[in-house]
């Protein structure tokens, strides 16, 4: 919350802190601080009020925001040279980053907080299905040329939360023989799904 209000602060021009501009912005305009970096921390902040360390969606949505999104930015403006044939602005590596970052992220932070006991485990592997998929349907989301109407610290995680909250069985109804065929029908679509896009990439890489 602080961080949101030292954002909207400084963004809005009612406290001068060019260090922060500098640090956070892209551009050098303070204006900048009211899109991506607020959307980011409005994301946090809400995975935590209302997820918590209770429901995976937020650890998910979190995830595919920082490992994915923000792993795409790095590996795309590095090695971003082959195109999206629908969106100029963004690469093969990119996406193929977003959905191996997000994917890895969101599978070690559930991981972890289920040997925390913070919430009932999952079979493994049909977890990583559904998190595969998940991974996905954020990767083809934040590939799309849509910033302009939903900046996609919003987009990515917001379908990230709501497809993990119809994909993984939640803790609180969580019935071990319902949730295991559920999720294992789900992981092995996901693994299915989600192998088949990185065949795409990876083609599409070949090809530039
Ligand atoms: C620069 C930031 C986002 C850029 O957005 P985009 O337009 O490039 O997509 C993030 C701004 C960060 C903020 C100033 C401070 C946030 C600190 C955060 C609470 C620390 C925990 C983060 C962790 C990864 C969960
Ligand atoms: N799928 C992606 C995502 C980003 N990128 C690269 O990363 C840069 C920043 O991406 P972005 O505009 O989505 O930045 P964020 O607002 O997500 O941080 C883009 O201009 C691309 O150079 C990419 O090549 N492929």
Known sequence: MLNFARLFAVGTGLVSDPGLVQSVSRSGDRTELLKGPLFYVVTLVAATVLCWRDNPAGLIAVAMMCGGDGLADIVGRRWGGA??????????????????????????????????????????????????????AATLVESLPINQYVDDNVSVPGVAALLSLLLLPQPADMVATAAAAAASSAGAAGLAVAAAAATGAAVGLAGA
């Not at 932070?109 to 559904?130: E, K, R, V």
């Open 83 to 136: 195109k999206l044939p629908y969106n100029s602005s963004k690469s093969w590596a990119g996406s193929v980053a977003m959905l191996l970052g997000g994917w890895g992220m969101s599978y070690g932070l559930i991981t972890l907080f289920c040997s925390l006991g913070f919430f009932a485990c999952y079979p493994p592997s049909a977890m990583l299905g559904c998190l595969g998929a998940v991974a996905l």
